[in-house]
């Protein structure tokens, strides 16, 4: 049996996470779950350590402070590579992401994908209760990481993705300049140069259950300055 591991990076979702573990293990009770918490002020962290005391197959990771969601999947990748697992499945801890999408998925990743992503931007994938300008935004996002990286998926900025951890053994994370949201779209590039195959299932991606957006305008220009640093046209005119 292949070993799956489930990343979930948290910052302040003590109401989000205890509803959405329940529910991943109902759809794959056969999966680990790794929590990665940047030292959430509302307990997160002081609930998932709880937890795993209880015997359950759950894994937590408590990290010094806000350290960023990208450097939170980087180290999730390198302790998915480094104890055995098969494949990775990152998701949002907000409850974006719903758990009954896993099992398509892994059934993707199984025809020998290396990356599979919940796409959101093919038929049958779409968002729910998203503003205009949100919706607007995210087209925007894809659009220039598809021209600056030469990507040809479709959802390049989701998170809900399926890696196949003998691909990460080979990625040099240590190149990862992103540790923010361009993080996503980054490491498709990085895994794209390696030869990685592709494929994207449709997810429907709901708006979180509780909390507010942590995404601001300064992380999304932040973002838009990383993938221009490192479009392949610009880092060989360097």
Known sequence: MKRILIALATYNERDNLPPL?????AAV??????????????????????????GRR??????????????????????????????LLNMDADGSHRPQYIASLLQKSA?????????????????????????????????????????????????????????????????VVSRGYSFFEEILYRLSALGASFAEVPIIFADRRFGQSKINKSEVFKALWILFRIAPYWTKTR
Do not use: H
């Open 21 to 25: 573990i329940d529910e991943i293990f």
């Open 58 to 87: 759950l894994k937590l990771i408590r990290r010094s402070g806000k350290l960023g969601l990208g450097s939170a999947v980087l180290e999730a990748m390198r302790y998915a590579a480094d104890s055995g697992y098969d494949y």
């Open 29 to 54: 009770p056969e999966a680990d779950i790794l929590v990665i918490d940047d030292n959430s002020p509302d307990g997160t962290g002081d609930w998932a350590q709880s937890f795993s005391s209880s």
């Open 111 to 175: 025809e020998g994908y290396d990356v599979v992503i919940g796409s959101r931007y093919i038929a049958g994938g779409g968002v729910e209760n998203w503003a205009w300008y949100r919706r607007l935004m995210s087209w925007c996002i894809n659009r220039y990481a598809r021209l600056m990286l030469g990507l040809k998926t479709r959802d390049n900025s989701g998170s809900f993705r399926c890696y196949r951890v003998e691909l990460l053994r080979r990625l040099d994370t240590e190149s």
